[in-house]
């Protein structure tokens, strides 16, 4: 009975070893995709500040699509993270809570900068690949139209 128990023990570790690396490759692994934005205004070479689509129908359309296809995998369906990667609902919610409306507006555009830079660069944390680079597939009109999604899908809306 003991070498049943032993046998069994050996083989649930071994398998939970061999599965480990599947699992962390379900995080991070995104091949970046373009973004057919075509439909949007264009906005040129400089980059701007601040995401110029806000509140724009046909940016959250494009939005929409271009998070399903290249940051839900990791965010989470409906920008919902489950908990291995940063909850984009809570992007800019610290602005949410500000009164003054000069205030609100400046924090705004300092996370419209964060998000725009960290999207573009990627994210490596100790040699670790934590988000791809969209860089070189995505232009600036896919990262504004993917922040004028996500600013629909705060938390509390």
């Not at 924090?107 to 490596?124: L, N, Q, R, S, W």
């Not at 999604?149 to 705060?154: A, G, K, N, Q």
Request: proline share 4%.
């Amino acid at each position: 009975m003991k070498l049943h128990v032993s046998i069994v023990c050996v083989g649930l570790v071994l398998g939970a070893a061999a599965l480990a690396p599947l699992s962390a490759l379900a995080h991070g692994d995104v091949t970046p995709q373009a973004v057919d934005t075509h439909t949007l205004p264009p906005l040129g070479d400089d980059v701007r500040a601040e995401n110029p689509y806000r509140g724009s129908s046909e940016a959250l359309k494009v939005g929409i699509s271009a998070y399903t296809q290249n940051c839900a995998r990791c965010h989470g369906i409906d920008a919902v993270s489950g908990g291995m990667s940063p909850d984009l609902r809570e992007l800019d919610s610290e602005c949410m809570d500000q009164k003054d409306e000069g205030k609100k507006k400046a924090c705004f555009a300092e996370v419209d900068t964060f998000y725009y830079g960290i999207t573009m660069k990627g994210k490596v944390r100790n040699g670790v690949e934590k988000m791809p680079a969209f860089k070189g597939t995505f232009n600036q009109e896919a990262v504004w139209a993917i922040k004028t999604y996500l600013e629909t899908r705060r938390a509390g809306n």
